[in-house]
């Protein structure tokens, strides 16, 4: 069974940096795009982040040239590096394929605030 654990998440100052990570179980997850996505209080989820097996990216409008999302297939982790951060990036993040594949991780809070 496929396991997401994500990690790295924290109380931020807008402007602040975070790096999340997410360890994958399962080798197949190296063949598919990931994603990083976010959920905030009383919103749907959302793809904000997205990088296939060749490493191509691609971001949302709201994160673009603030994220940057990359994988290491060796050791089946994706990571996002998240900089210039505002109160409006505040969410729980999640990683998972995209689409996503089976369920979710327990994701991590990501707190930005003065």
């Known amino acids: 069974q496929v396991q997401l654990v994500e990690s790295g998440g924290g109380l931020v100052q807008p402007g602040g940096s975070l790096r999340l990570s997410c360890a994958v179980s399962?080798?197949?997850?190296?063949?598919?795009?990931m994603g990083w996505y976010r959920q905030a209080p009383g919103k749907v989820r959302e793809l904000v982040a997205r990088i296939t097996s060749g490493e191509i990216t691609n971001y949302a409008d709201s994160v673009k040239g603030r994220f940057t999302i990359s994988r290491d297939n060796t050791k089946n982790m994706v990571y996002l590096q998240m900089n210039s951060l505002k109160p409006e990036d505040t969410a729980v993040y999640y990683c998972?394929?995209?689409?996503?594949?089976?369920?979710w991780g327990q994701g991590t809070q990501v707190t930005v605030s003065s």
């Open positions: 399962g080798s197949i997850f190296r063949f598919y795009p």
């Open positions: 998972n394929a995209d689409p996503p594949i089976g369920g």
